[in-house]
């Protein structure tokens, strides 16, 4: 048997050769660091993205890390300048969250030319539109009026006939309460979302594309969801028309941002994010055709009739309170 010391002294060699075959392999390959983009983005987006990434030639100088909107979010309020992300794609108001919190995101180095004002810390990739569809079909089988506003819905003939996101899964459930309370407050509003809720029955989904996905189904007549995809279901002859909503189409940006990190792995970062804007737009909007940028334009079809700003800053705090507000009208 080993003596105590001998035990302990093979133990230490152990750690200390672990410690210098890792440090040797991280730098004998001569690779550079890659940028690690974090992103909450859907499958067109990121592919818009890479495209762009690869067509500039920064192929194999990054690495892509998907996570769900509410999963990336939690990391980054919790992690914050100590995360592992370097270059992030996410909704707006976590970043501004995280940034309000850390501090953790250095100003961009190109100017965008976005057509809104942004924060100097970032800039949008993409935005999606609330709206109402329906499939006209299921609508003249069942006999239903063709609605104008999130409040015909409440009505007793569309019983089982709507399908809505969840706020608490999805965030274009927040666009759908957006509307709801600012065009009726928080006491008509919760009225408002309980007959909806009750009306939807077990048409709730978790996913932004659940409403959709049904009415093209013809399991409902009616959904609320993202605008651009019954436009595009129209465009492709399907029997799906969509309707702006008299409360107002709301809308939610996602957006690029870049980590402060050392000089060099920051600086690569900058560049990414600037291809991504400058050279990734043009696929981007074809997937989600809303103009954010000097010189871009959509198709008339997919200019919201009511486009609406919610009164507040959108922020993950308002958030909170809106899926209470949703919870409390279940």
């Given at each position: 048997?080993?003596?105590?010391?001998?035990?302990?002294?093979?133990?230490?060699?152990?750690?200390?050769?672990?410690?210098?075959?890792?440090?040797?392999?991280?730098?004998?390959?001569?690779?550079?660091?890659?940028v690690?983009?974090?992103?909450?983005?859907?499958d067109?987006?990121?592919?818009?993205?890479?495209?762009?990434?690869?067509?500039?030639?920064?192929?194999?100088?990054?690495?892509?890390?998907?996570l769900?909107?509410?999963?990336?979010?939690?990391?980054?309020?919790?992690?914050?300048?100590?995360?592992?992300?370097?270059?992030?794609?996410?909704?707006?108001?976590?970043?501004?969250?995280?940034?309000?919190?850390?501090?953790?995101?250095?100003?961009?180095?190109?100017?965008?030319?976005?057509l809104?004002?942004?924060?100097?810390?970032?800039?949008?990739?993409?935005?999606?539109?609330?709206?109402?569809?329906?499939?006209?079909?299921?609508?003249?089988?069942?006999?239903?009026?063709?609605?104008?506003?999130?409040?015909?819905?409440?009505?007793?003939?569309?019983?089982?006939?709507?399908?809505?996101?969840?706020?608490?899964?999805?965030?274009?459930?927040?666009?759908?309460?957006?509307?709801?309370?600012?065009?009726?407050?928080?006491?008509?509003?919760?009225?408002?979302?309980?007959?909806?809720?009750?009306?939807?029955?077990?048409?709730?989904?978790?996913?932004?594309?659940?409403p959709?996905?049904?009415?093209?189904?013809?399991?409902?007549a009616v959904?609320?969801?993202?605008?651009?995809?019954?436009?595009?279901?129209?465009?492709?002859?399907?029997?799906?028309?969509?309707?702006?909503?008299?409360?107002?189409?709301?809308?939610?940006?996602?957006?690029?941002?870049?980590?402060?990190?050392d000089?060099?792995?920051?600086?690569?970062?900058?560049?990414?994010?600037?291809?991504?804007?400058?050279?990734?737009?043009?696929?981007?909007?074809?997937?989600?055709?809303?103009?954010?940028?000097?010189?871009?334009?959509?198709?008339?079809?997919?200019?919201?009739?009511?486009?609406?700003?919610?009164?507040?800053?959108?922020?993950?705090?308002?958030?909170?309170?809106?899926?209470?507000?949703?919870?409390?009208?279940?």
């Amino acid at each position: 048997m080993l003596s105590k010391m001998k035990k302990g002294f093979l133990h230490l060699m152990v750690v200390l050769c672990v410690a210098t075959l890792a440090a040797c392999g991280s730098s004998a390959s001569g690779e550079e660091e890659k940028v690690v983009i974090s992103t909450n983005g859907d499958d067109e987006a990121v592919e818009a993205m890479e495209t762009a990434l690869k067509g500039a030639g920064y192929e194999g100088k990054y690495v892509i890390q998907s996570l769900g909107t509410s999963e990336l979010g939690g990391k980054l309020l919790v992690e914050g300048e100590k995360t592992d992300s370097d270059l992030i794609t996410m909704s707006s108001y976590y970043i501004e969250s995280a940034q309000n919190k850390y501090d953790m995101f250095a100003d961009l180095t190109f100017e965008p030319k976005a057509l809104d004002q942004n924060p100097a810390y970032y800039t949008p990739i993409l935005s999606n539109t609330g709206s109402i569809f329906v499939n006209s079909e299921i609508l003249k089988q069942k006999g239903l009026e063709m609605p104008t506003s999130i409040k015909d819905l409440v009505k007793p003939e569309y019983k089982d006939l709507v399908s809505i996101p969840n706020i608490m899964d999805s965030s274009t459930g927040w666009l759908l309460v957006q509307s709801i309370m600012s065009e009726y407050g928080e006491e008509e509003g919760k009225e408002i979302l309980q007959q909806l809720i009750a009306n939807v029955g077990p048409h709730l989904e978790s996913s932004g594309s659940g409403p959709i996905k049904k009415v093209q189904a013809g399991e409902v007549a009616v959904g609320f969801g993202l605008r651009h995809q019954a436009v595009a279901a129209k465009e492709n002859g399907e029997p799906i028309d969509f309707v702006d909503p008299t409360e107002g189409n709301f809308s939610l940006t996602e957006s690029v941002a870049v980590v402060k990190k050392d000089e060099a792995t920051t600086k690569l970062a900058q560049e990414m994010a600037k291809v991504i804007i400058e050279d990734g737009r043009e696929e981007l909007i074809e997937s989600y055709p809303v103009a954010l940028y000097e010189g871009e334009t959509v198709s008339e079809s997919n200019k919201p009739a009511h486009s609406k700003t919610f009164s507040e800053p959108l922020t993950v705090d308002l958030l909170k309170e809106h899926q209470e507000f949703f919870k409390s009208a279940k």
